[in-house]
């Protein structure tokens, strides 16, 4: 598994708290699946992307999908949420490979107590913008790109975007100025303004870099989001992003107390 937020000298890149790359991994028929198990999260958003196999996920609200390849998993915790997440069946019976990256989005304060939703979306569901040249697809998760709206929505106008480049690809990105940029090479390399960038690799910007432009030097996977920073106190233990420990607290009573949703 890969880490690249929260690392050493980089706690967050608000409202992006924290980025798991699991995999890729190639599962034997008969497996156990994932130990991922029923678990709460509170006060932030999670986005699955599954760029290879399909997850199952299910929860306390009674939100139950399998994702495939391509597709992802927007879950908004905000006042609570017991959920898990697996290999579907077909994939412990069979097994096969699998490939997943989780993000998790701070929510502010004025947001932490809303209600809970999921967002399932298969790709096909997932406009996509064709660069000119051909060698570019901009899956448009949320925000708007090229005159396409994305699939999801989001409480907070994250902009989210699962990016393909071939070789040679030419591609450019406008931020807007004030917003904070995530940006993961999940594989591949990629001229980032004009400096390399590699698989794994996460590329920071200054929130007054308003121009990106990318030159794939291979077939290349990015995440690439933007997002409002959230300029509050945060304090977070475990499955729980709060603004105050007085609010932790709170969170792990109600989570004893089944107030999230039980499975």
């Known amino acids: 598994m890969y880490q690249p937020i929260p690392d050493v000298g980089l706690e967050q890149i608000s409202p992006f708290i924290l980025l798991h790359h699991h995999g890729p991994h190639e599962f034997a028929p008969h497996n156990q699946g994932l130990p991922f198990g029923p678990h709460p999260h509170r006060g932030f958003e999670t986005l699955t992307f599954i760029l290879d196999g399909e997850i199952e996920h299910a929860d306390g609200h009674g939100h139950q999908s399998v994702i495939k390849s391509g597709g ?73 790109l090229e005159g396409k709206t994305g699939a999801a929505k989001s409480l907070t106008g994250l902009e989210m975007f699962n990016i393909s480049m071939k070789v040679g690809g030419d591609f450019s990105l406008k931020v807007e100025e004030g ?4 940006f993961y090479v999940v594989d591949g390399e990629v001229l980032v303004n004009g400096k390399l ?7 920071v910007f200054d929130s007054k870099n308003t121009d990106i432009e990318l030159k794939a030097q291979s077939t290349t996977r990015i995440i690439f989001g933007t997002g409002d920073p959230i300029n509050e106190p945060m304090v977070s233990q475990g499955p729980f992003v709060m603004n105050t420990t007085t609010e932790l607290m709170q969170a792990m009573r109600d989570y004893q107390m089944g107030k999230m949703g039980v499975m």
């Open 179 to 182: 917003k904070n940029v995530l």
């Open 72 to 144: 992802v998993q927007w879950m908004t915790a905000a006042r609570g949420i017991v959920h898990s997440e697996n290999l579907s069946r077909n994939q412990r019976e069979n097994g096969g490979k699998m490939e997943i990256l989780q993000l998790w989005m701070n929510l502010p304060a004025s947001l932490k107590m809303s209600q809970p939703n999921y967002q399932g979306l298969q790709e096909n569901e997932i406009p996509k913008v064709i660069s000119e040249d051909t060698k570019t697809e901009v899956a448009v998760i949320s925000g708007n």
């Open 197 to 203: 960038a590699i698989g794994h690799q996460l590329v």
